[in-house]
């Protein structure tokens, strides 16, 4: 039994394609597809259907990833049971997190994680999504809503406010606004309503009914940069508004959300030391980030 085999069964089951699987590994895609074909010819199974849209689990496979998962486990445990906790700390970690959390508080953090452990690799994948800790897409995930099920280890980092922010030069410019009605006089910058993939970040319609953006991003930083550029006016992080004196909030008695990070971690994972490390380093991070805001 090659547990190198089940391995790269994993990352086909969970991409669904051997290029997918081959980036996720490390190796060619030809390599990938050379340990699948081994294992199915070790089981005398055939393990997945084979079509241009990529590779799905047959039955046989279906029942194999529940085994494989089981071995998958027990490498990690081992590795964090005794892979000696004296060593230096290297490998890779994985961090999944929202664009704007990314930007302004875990680049810092990543590097700081770098200069304290050199043989570490940190990689942030910061885009508007949600991350699949069970298909390992991401070792570490942070979120703005907790997850529902998974064999996951959760935490609430902190609460983060939001308000609505315009440039003085813009404000200027434009209508008075006493009032959230006074909201249609000028050009809104949101989410594009219907990319928008977790409901906390759908603050438009709490508004009101009639408040329509006119200018519209996936992307938190686009929507920053438009409105730096006196483009109209967006629900911002405090902590991204921050550093920029030009940004004002409007109607703030008004406007205002709470809303909060969660931190993520696959329980396999929990225990490896470069995961502890760097999850511990995250939430420090992060909390500070938000209270100086």
Not at 3 to 14: E, G, K, P, Q
Not at 66 to 89: D, F, Y
Request: aromatic fraction near 6%; hydrophobic fraction near 40%; proline fraction near 4%.
């Amino acid at each position: 039994m090659n547990w190198d085999d089940y391995r790269h069964f994993l990352a086909v089951a969970r991409s669904g394609r051997l290029s997918a699987a081959g980036r996720q590994l490390g190796v060619d895609h030809a390599t990938v597809g050379r340990r699948v074909k081994a294992l199915e010819e070790a089981l005398g199974a055939t393990l997945f259907d084979r079509s241009p849209q990529g590779y799905r689990l047959t039955d046989e496979g279906q029942r194999l990833i529940h085994i494989a998962e089981t071995m998958e486990s027990g490498t990690i445990t081992a590795q964090a049971e005794l892979g000696g906790q004296g060593k230096r700390i290297s490998g890779a970690v994985r961090i999944g997190a929202p664009e704007g959390l990314a930007t302004y508080m875990l680049a810092k953090c990543g590097a700081d994680l770098c200069r304290a452990h050199p043989e570490l690799e940190v990689q942030i994948v910061a885009l508007p999504r949600t991350f699949s800790l069970s298909k390992r897409e991401a070792d570490i995930a942070i979120a703005v809503s907790p997850p529902t099920s998974g064999r996951l280890k959760t935490r609430k980092i902190t609460d983060y406010k939001l308000h609505l922010y315009g440039t003085k030069a813009y404000l200027a410019n434009h209508a008075a606004i006493e009032t959230i009605e006074d909201l249609k006089k000028i050009r809104g910058i949101a989410y594009v309503p219907d990319l928008i993939y977790d409901k906390e970040l759908d603050y438009i319609p709490l508004l009101g009914p009639d408040i329509r953006p006119h200018l519209t991003s996936t992307s938190v930083h686009v929507q920053l940069e438009a409105v730096l550029a006196d483009a109209g006016v967006a629900i911002l992080h405090d902590f991204m508004a921050a550093p920029y004196p030009q940004l004002v909030k409007v109607l703030p008695d008004q406007i205002s959300f709470t809303r909060s990070f969660w931190f993520i971690v696959h329980e396999d994972y929990a225990r490896l030391e470069r995961i502890r490390i760097c999850s511990d380093a995250i939430i420090e991070h992060i909390q500070a980030g938000v209270r100086m805001d």
